[in-house]
């Protein structure tokens, strides 16, 4: 019977939401392909290149401490099955 009432405890902290080094790098890639594409207005630069600036340290600090991370602006790894294709306004003219 204790086992019953241990088993719904276990499946919700194996479902507990989280963030990876590789999400938080997505999301520096992001806002800045965003900032490129002129979709963020003047006003909302700051608090945007904040969270940026933010996003940036952690990536870094964690990099520090032997961690494997790929930071935005260094050499692109293999692309894999879930990275994007570019679209037809990225890829230049033959």
Sequence with gaps: MTEENQAPETQEQEQAPGL???DISAAVQIIDVATARGAIRGEELLPVGTVRQRFMAFLEHA???GQEVN???DAPSAPTEGDAVPSEAEVPAS
Aim: net charge neutral; glycine share 12%; aromatic share 0%.
């Design 20 to 22: 990876s080094l590789n």
């Design 71 to 73: 930071l935005p602006g």
């Design 63 to 65: 990099k520090e401490q």
